[in-house]
Each structure stands twice: as C-alpha cells, then as structure tokens.
C-alpha cells in the first residue's frame, strides 16, 4: 500500500504546485495591468485621464495564451517604412520571425525593431502589432500590439504572452501615429486575451 500511498502523495503536490503557478501567473499579470493603467497617468502624451482608466476592458487571465516561440532571426535585414495612422510612417526593420503553437494550430508572427535613430533606446525591444479575428467585434479594429524586451530571449526561445497585448494610442483618440500591423502579421485566429475594446466613446 505504501507505494500507492506515495504515489498519491506525488499528484497531489503536483496539482498543488501547478494550481500555485498559475495563481501565481495570474497575479503577475494582474499586477501588469495595474502599471499599465497607471502608465497612463503618467504619461505626458497619454490620451486618457484618471477618470477613463476605468473604461479599459480586459480578456480573462488565460495562462494558455502564454506561448513559448521559437525565434528565427533575420539576418542584414534593411530598414522599412510602416504606414501610420496619422499618415506619417515610421523606419522599422525586420528582427526575426516568432513561430509558436497556440491550442495546437502553428502560427508566424513577424517581430520589428525601431529604426529611429533618435530613439535607440526602442532598440532593445521588439514590436509586434497584430490582428486577429476578434478585431471590431472584441477588440480594436485596427489591431492590438505586444512588446517584448530582448533580454528576455534565450537562445532562440522567447516568452510571447498574449495576455499583455495592449491597444495602440489610436484606440482612444486621435492624433497619434500608431503603426498599422502589416498584413504579414494577420492571425487568422481570435486571440481571446489581453485588451478589449474600449468602453467609452473614442474621444475625437
């Protein structure tokens, strides 16, 4: 009996631990929001007041749309021009392809680095804007964004986490030259996590 009762023993602390994990994900990410809100506050450009950080709308935490990518990077890649917005364009350069599995289908995302060489200090993330099929009916029309910080790759692994895929400024105001995501990156997919639609009226 003892082997059964060990046996049991070593389930039981798995399950504990991995129910321990995900609480414990679900509170980092809550913490996230709340720095994402409060950004808002202390941002000069931000197009939100105290008052409209309680209009911003969220998925449920769901661990599931954390995903580990396997990152090819583009090698002597040559700056591009993505359209804006504002009709502006912005220099960006292709820094690799992220592919992943989310709920067992294989995708491609595309990952950009800032070409602004008055901003070098863009040049130590990585710029994912998207779209996906909740776009108008859940979420911004125009697509949603992720940021991943470099330091966070490891080898050619690297954590893309779909809960902390935010809005673009354009989402509540006008005014600012958001990135429209090129079509490379259209995920033909709801991605269910993350921000959701605004709950104000945009302001114009």
Sequence with gaps: MRPVKTL???????????????????????EYRKHYKQDFLTDARSP???????YLRFYNIDPSYRVIASLEVT?????????????KLKPY???????????GKSYILHAYQSA?????????????????????????GAGRY????????????????FNKCYNPYCA???GYSCPFPPKEND??????AGEKLFGKERDK
């Design 75 to 87: 090698r002597d890649s040559k700056p591009f021009m993505i359209p804006t917005h504002s009709g």
């Design 172 to 174: 509540f105001a006008d």
């Design 187 to 192: 995920l033909q997919t709801e991605i269910k």
């Design 48 to 54: 939100l007041k105290a008052a409209d950080t309680g």
């Design 146 to 161: 992720i940021d991943i910080d470099t330091s966070e790759i490891k080898g050619d692994k690297v954590a893309l986490d």
């Design 116 to 140: 602004d060489s008055t901003k070098k200090q863009l040049a130590a993330y990585l710029f994912i804007p998207f779209t996906d099929k909740t776009n108008t009916k859940e979420t911004y």
């Design 8 to 30: 049991c023993c070593i389930l039981l602390f798995g399950s504990l631990c991995a129910r321990l994990n995900a609480q414990s994900y679900k509170d980092s990410i809550a």
């Design 93 to 103: 350069r292709g820094y690799g392809i992220l592919r992943f599995k989310l709920h």
